[in-house]
Nanobody, 124 residues
Framework: QVQLVESGGGLVQAGGSLRLSCAAS????????IGWFRQAPRKEREFVAA????????NYADSVKGRFTISRDNAKNTLYLQMNSLKSEDTAVYYC?????????????????WGEGTQVTVSS
């Protein structure tokens, strides 16, 4: 069992930065693939980034590649998403999620545990 709590969201101007955190509880956090997803109003939830259990592998959606960086600190049971050069289209609720497989990291259905989300609003 893993519980996830996101934080760090807020209102930022276009071009600015935010760092989201995802605090996890549960002794097996370090064995999970962790993903970030987002959902904008009237849109489906979409994949943003994922990191393997060891942190050795990462992947990003094309829309955020080069601007967002995902990382994890297993000793602290915490996951991070550094978001730079934010755009208005990045406005959404951001969720972190934990799942056991890496092969389909982009698939929200693979993830077993989800946080409640944190709102990110980028003003233009």
């Amino acid at each position: 069992q893993v519980q996830l709590v996101e934080s760090g969201g807020g209102l930022v101007q276009a071009g600015g930065s935010l760092r989201l955190s995802c605090a996890a509880s549960g002794r097996t956090f370090s064995t999970y693939t962790i993903g970030w997803f987002r959902q904008a109003p009237r849109k489906e939830r979409e994949f943003v980034a994922a990191i393997s259990w060891s942190g050795a592998d990462t992947n990003y959606a094309d829309s955020v590649k080069g601007r967002f960086t995902i990382s994890r600190d297993n000793a602290k049971n915490t996951l991070y998403l550094q978001m730079n050069s934010l755009k208005s289209e990045d406005t959404a609720v951001y969720y972190c999620a934990a799942g056991l497989r890496w092969s389909d990291y982009y698939n929200s259905g693979m993830y077993d545990y989800w946080g409640e989300g944190t709102q990110v609003t980028v003003s233009s």
